[in-house]
């Protein structure tokens, strides 16, 4: 890469002459910033897809707040699945197993599609599918064969959407950890927004299938705002001309060895994924696992489980707003602070959180409040593990990067999921919690044992990513570059204005030539 910065630098220092081949360079351009100058975009796009992108960003908040509660309704409910106290951990555990196995098999194929295919077309496509499959998710019938075909179904089409690497694509490098917090912290709203939509429907007396429905429709949302992200392809440049031209295809387990070598030789990138694995009790599987605490705590009457509905949906609340506030901190800090000195004080808040409601017992108590509001702190505080992979991951990889963060995430659901449920009902009702306060303190051992060591390679790190070529570009879509046929680079190598008053949509880094 230094030898094609190296020549690119010798162009533009040749001197024209009449017999040559015309070089009219884009000069480069001051970052665009948005947000009243907070946070500064990629030259690859324009503010428009960036807020697309915020009403995708809400409109999954919203859903993933509120869906996984919603689910353990409908498991418990005798309006729908009836499914009794006493194997309902091992039913919730044998669903969610299984589509996470599926998520496994799907998770890195999906990211590759996102590198080779672009963003658009893929995410418009898997909002469809989503909507059709969340939709059916209340009226499947049987819990087996049809519900738990219906949540894999789901469970692909949701994990293709929560791969696409807007956030990492959107948001200048210069301003990765606060452009990664303003992408969580919208997301996050949308999950305090979930939150607090569920626990209005249930006050207003709505059924859990009008609920689905209700939640159907965010998803569309969703869909529509995606229609206006950015089309293309990010494909990296020639040496010679900077055409672009695109990557080699990979095989599944290509693509999953590229995230972990990714992992491997940048140490961040592993805590990233070592905290991404053990906090497989996360906030969307800990709202399940708080319905299913509560129903026993309380009975499976219809007084009792309304009563458990409702508590759960305020620790839900709880959670999500000591998440949103968190995640707005680190959006002013993450740049500014050691991220040791986020990650660590995270996992101990985790640790304390679940041991506090083992110690509480009563879903309704004081106690059980502030540990709801130290576990949304410590999930929030996590957001740091996103600005780790959106900022260190390797330029054209961040697909199947964020592909295997996603199987470890997965895997940690899986594992946190099928062992906790079993444990809920052979044990204790409280033993999930037992089991993230482990995980939370493995984390702290492993991720402390990364700082001891990290005089060692941090520098390191930090010097490789500065010394990195950015050299990629945005393909675009036909449709992407009709509202730009009429813009030409001018003899003194500004951009112009094309018919419709925009600026050329051009990476101020590509040399363009001209006869």
């Known amino acids: 890469m230094a030898d094609i910065n190296e020549s690119v630098v010798e162009t533009l220092q040749e001197p024209i002459n009449e017999t040559q081949e015309q070089e009219t360079v ?23 897809h960036f807020y697309a992108a915020i ?5 999954l908040g919203i859903v993933f707040g509120s869906v996984d509660t919603l689910f353990t309704m409908l498991l418990t409910s005798k309006d729908y699945y009836n499914v009794p106290q006493s194997s309902i951990g091992t039913t919730q555990a044998l669903i969610v197993g299984v589509e996470m196995v599926a998520r496994f098999l799907v998770v890195t194929p999906l990211g590759v599609m996102y590198d080779h295919y672009g963003r658009k077309k893929p995410l418009i496509i898997s909002y469809i599918f989503s909507i059709i499959f969340f939709g059916a998710i209340p009226y499947a019938g049987n819990v087996v064969p049809e519900l738990l075909i219906v949540r894999i179904l789901y469970g692909i089409a949701t994990t293709s959407i929560l791969l696409v690497p807007l956030i990492a694509d959107y948001i200048h490098d210069d301003w990765k950890g606060r452009g990664s917090g303003a992408a969580s912290l919208i997301l996050l709203t949308g999950a305090l927004l979930g939150s607090i939509l569920l626990k209005t429907l249930l006050a207003y007396k709505l059924t859990l299938g009008q609920i689905g429905l209700v939640l159907t429709g965010v998803l569309g949302f969703g869909c529509l705002s995606s229609c206006f992200i950015k089309g293309g392809v990010l494909k990296k440049k020639s ?17 999953l060895l590229i995230g972990f070598k990714a992992a491997i030789n940048i140490p961040w990138i592993g805590i990233a994924f070592i905290a991404t694995f053990l906090s497989g009790g996360e906030i969307h599987l800990m709202a399940g696992i ?20 409702n508590v759960a949906a305020k620790l839900g609340v709880y959670i999500s707003m000591a998440n949103l506030v968190m995640t707005l901190l680190m959006t002013v800090i993450v740049d500014k602070v050691n991220k040791f000195g986020i990650i660590i004080p995270a996992f101990v808040l985790i640790f304390f959180g679940y041991g506090s409601i083992v110690l509480a017992g009563d879903p309704d108590s004081t106690l059980t409040s502030l540990a709801a509001l130290a576990l949304g702190i410590g ?3 996590l957001l740091v593990t996103t600005f780790l992979v959106n900022k260190y991951s390797p330029v054209l990889h961040r697909g199947k990067v964020s592909g295997s963060q996603s199987i470890l995430r997965i895997l940690g659901v899986v594992a946190s999921n ?3 449920g079993w444990l809920f009902e052979v044990w204790r009702s409280d033993a999930p919690y037992l089991m993230f306060t482990a995980f939370a303190a493995i984390a702290n051992i492993l991720i402390f044992a990364l700082f001891v060591t990290s005089k060692k390679w941090a520098k390191r790190v930090e010097n490789d990513l500065k010394n990195q070529l950015n050299d990629a570009v945005i393909e675009e879509d036909e449709s992407e570059k009709q509202s730009m046929d009429n813009s030409e680079i001018d003899k003194n190598g500004d951009v112009s204005i094309n018919k419709n008053g925009d600026e050329k949509d051009h990476d101020p880094r590509v040399v363009v030539y001209s006869k």
């Open 290 to 309: 708080l319905v299913m605490w509560a129903t026993s705590y309380y009975g499976e009457s219809d007084e009792g489980k309304e009563k458990a509905n």
């Open 379 to 381: 999930f929030g505080s």
């Open 26 to 48: 884009v000069e480069k351009k001051e970052v665009e910033k948005i947000f009243c100058g907070l946070i500064g975009i990629s030259p690859m796009i324009r503010p428009r």
């Open 55 to 59: 009403g995708h960003w809400i409109a």
């Open 418 to 420: 099928i062992i906790g």
């Open 239 to 255: 040496e010679s001309h900077n055409v672009a031209v695109p990557q080699q295809k990979t095989s599944f387990w290509e693509s």
